[in-house]
C-alpha cells in the first residue's frame, strides 16, 4: 500500500511566458508559452507495512506524504472570448516525494511526464481561475495576469 496513492492538499507557483504570439495555427486567437512552477501537496491516511524479520508481521500506523514537483511544460492557449480560455501543457516535472511508514522513513526522486489540460475563466484584467486536470493530479488555483 502506497500512502501517496491518496488525495492531498498542496500549494503551488506557476509562470508562463508566452513564447510565440497568435500560433501555430494563425487563424484563430491562440498562443505557445513555457510554463514553469513549483508545487507541493501533502497526503495522510491509515496504512500498514509487513516486518518480514523475524516473522510476518503485518505493523499498522499512519502514514505521511510530501510531494514536491518542478514542473516545465510547453502550453498552448486558446482564447474564445474576453472571459474564457483553455490550454493544453505537455512537459516533464522533477518530483521529490517523502514518506513515512510503520516501519520507517523513505523518499524518491523521479522525472515524470506532465500532461494537464483545463478551461482558465479570466476575471477582470487581473485575475484568472484556472482548473488543471490530467496527470499527474487536478488542480484549481488563481492566476495573476501581468
Not at 506524504?65 to 480560455?85: E, I
Not at 490550454?87 to 526522486?109: C, H, K, Q, S
Request: glycine fraction near 8%; include cysteine.
Amino acid at each position: 500500500m502506497e500512502p501517496w496513492d491518496d488525495e492531498g492538499f498542496g500549494l503551488g507557483f506557476r509562470a508562463s511566458i508566452p513564447v510565440m504570439q497568435n500560433g501555430p495555427v494563425t487563424t484563430i486567437n491562440n498562443n505557445m508559452a513555457v510554463s514553469f512552477g513549483i508545487d507541493w501537496a501533502h497526503s495522510g491516511d491509515a496504512c500498514y507495512a509487513y516486518n518480514w524479520r523475524p516473522a510476518n508481521i503485518r505493523i499498522d500506523g499512519d502514514c505521511d506524504c510530501d510531494n514536491f514537483s518542478l514542473p516545465v511544460a510547453v502550453q498552448w492557449n486558446f482564447f474564445f472570448n474576453k472571459t474564457v480560455s483553455a490550454f493544453a501543457e505537455l512537459g516533464l516535472a522533477i518530483v521529490y516525494e517523502t514518506w513515512d511508514w510503520p516501519t520507517g522513513d523513505n523518499d524518491d526522486i523521479d522525472v515524470d511526464p506532465v500532461f494537464l489540460i483545463g478551461p482558465r475563466f479570466i476575471l477582470g484584467d487581473k485575475v484568472a481561475i484556472p482548473i488543471r486536470i490530467g496527470w499527474p493530479y487536478l488542480s484549481v488555483g488563481v492566476s495573476f495576469l501581468v
